[in-house]
């Protein structure tokens, strides 16, 4: 494996498996990526004193991450996935999603 450090200092180890290119990163390093991944998605109401959020806003917030977290697993930009619904261009949804 050959291990090239970034402009941020880290290092990643790189390598082809089963004809897959492979990237593999520290466990801290990874988590700090998906902090930042998350960072960006809304943050749930805050709870009342019984831990229960209130229903509609955590809801919309749920529903929120969701479209999130989908348009980046396709790889989609915001205003590509505006363009697309707008066209009626609505990407399929896979048996697990439903």
Do not use: C
Not at 22 to 43: F, N, Q, S, T
Not at 73 to 97: D, F, N, Y
């Amino acid at each position: 494996m050959k291990a090239r450090p970034h402009r941020n200092g880290k290092t990643a180890k790189r390598d082809t498996i089963k004809g897959k290119r492979m990237v593999m990163i520290a466990g801290d390093d990874y988590e700090d990526l998906l902090r930042k991944v998350h960072a960006h998605e809304p943050d749930l109401p805050a709870s009342d004193a019984d831990g229960n959020y209130p229903a509609l806003q955590a809801l919309d917030a749920i529903k929120a991450r969701d479209i999130l977290r989908a348009r980046r697993k396709l790889g989609l930009s915001q205003a590509e996935l505006a363009l697309r619904v707008a066209k009626g261009i609505l990407p399929r949804r896979t048996q697990s999603e439903e």
